[in-house]
């Protein structure tokens, strides 16, 4: 029902229900009732200045009065008939009989009835309209149409994954300027799968597209297609299709593709699972392009692995374009963009804050100088400064400080012999990334941190590098051992020897650096954030005698990081006791206060690596 068409409608009632409350409710007259023959004995007499007849009805004024005062009825006829002196001293005034207030009357009462019946059939036929419609439209695509903002993204916005931009942008100078690549018999990627890390740029990528492209950009979720019913999802597929084709060139935008993209065969539904029947669709609807269409699908994942290999074909999802972790330069790109507009301390070098941000994402990045900005805005500050920075990326990176957590002096003790070993443990070893920070005060979920961070970017770990991490993270656990001794250990090493169990696992199961089973790799497919289901009916790529030498290599590698750590903590037992002690002092010692702690150190003969 149209606005106009409500609006008409409830003004039409609203003066239907005023005019019978007029009619019903007007006031009444509140004249005298005499008798008509008393009427005109006083007419004859002289006492009554004029009499007002309106049909039978007369209204009496007296001499002395301005307007009527008393009213009578007369009978049939008038009233000389009834008395009344033809020469009797008295103005008599005809007045016409009026029927209004009984049309309004019966008005009222046949229209408002009438009215609010009409009225109530027709909210009871858009309710019905309004239910259907939404039955009808329950298939329809929910894809957002992007490309007309006023404020778009450009590729110049965006800072690193150069490769990844040039990628993209073959695909907006193709909706551009088609001709130029079909005289070549060149035929642009149907499908462009953006695959990255979390909070690498994805779906940023994806809105540059838009902003360049200046085509229509249906954006939607994976998830959006997945319904309770089923075919629902299969029917959205095909009507985001219908309309891009009808706007081409258009491009598609699918995020987080793996919510419909799994492989097909692993879930409980079978063939008759609504997600499924979805994929289906997309697969169909991908393939079945009409030739010159110009329909591009783009879409973002953070899981390739789980998708369905049908998906990754050419013809479909032929174009892979891999979103890395910035590096260096990129790093320091990236924050430039987002201290624009703030005001940064002239002092801020973004270039060491790069350095230290190794393994850092775009959005991690977006954090740190968003967190920045709010220590700063909560300390007063003008400015944004370096102290401000490392604060940020500090909280960011290992989580905040709970000052507020109460610690008595054992446990602070305990603590800082803990986070003590660890540091000269990673400090001693060669292949170890150097100490950069170490506190006793606890943060996130911890009772305290011993920071190492590389010198620089590494895309390759090697046998010797992963050895040292094992031993600086048992480096706690020893610590312990040789000042309480072995009975006295607490839980305050879990976390370091569930890390460094799941390192030793991963060295010998997927990097083939086993003793025993060295260049042999045991990838198993459904783990690492499959379905339960999944887990439950695959069985392991090995069988038991493997899965037996698998477990002995990672005992193994355990207790040698064990040996390890206790000789160089035993070796450099005065340093362990001097660092303690600063940190129970200090409870924060900096790369340069550690390093100058730790200056007599030595490895000692049994600890290096052969």
Sequence with gaps: MSKLVKTSLFWAVSIMILLSLFALFSPQSTLKEVPISSVIQRANSGEIKSLQIQGNEVSVTLKNKDKPTERSVKQEGSLQ?????????????MVPISNSGDILLNLAIILVPTVLIIAFFMFMMRQAQGQNNQAMGFGKSKAVLYGTDKEKVKFSDIAGNESAKQDLEE????????????????KIPKGVLLVGSPGTGKTMLARAVAGEANVPFFSISGS???EMFVGVGASRVRDLFVKAKKNAPAIIFIDEIDAVGRRRGS?????????????NQILV?????????NVIVLAATNRADVLDPALLRPGRFDRRTNITLP???DREAILKVHSKNKPFDESVNLDALAAKTAGSSGADLANIVNEAAIIAARTNSKTITNNHLTEAFEKVAIGPERKSKIMNEHERELTAYHEAGHAIVGHVLPDSDPVHKVTIIPRGGTGGVTWFLPPEDKGYTSIVEFKDILARAMGGRIAEEIKYGTDKVTTGAGSDLRTATNIARDMVIE??????????????ASGGGGMMFDRLTHERPYGEETAKKIDENVKKLLEEASTRARKVLLANRKQLDELAKALLKDETL?????????KDTELPEGAELY
């Design 267 to 279: 879930g409980m539904g079978g063939g008759h699972d609504e997600r499924e029947q979805t994929l």
């Design 81 to 93: 008939d009834q008395g009344l002196k033809s020469d009797a001293p008295v103005e008599i005034n």
């Design 590 to 598: 900096e790369e340069e206060q550690v390093n100058e702690v730790l």
């Design 285 to 293: 609807e991908m393939d079945g392009f009409e030739k010159g269409a």
């Design 327 to 329: 590096e260096r330069k």
């Design 224 to 226: 959006e297609f997945v």
């Design 171 to 186: 695909v907006v100078d193709f909706l551009k300027h088609p001709k130029k690549y079909q005289q070549l018999g060149a």
């Design 511 to 524: 990097q083939g650096m086993g003793e025993d089973l060295r260049d042999q790799v045991f990838h198993e």
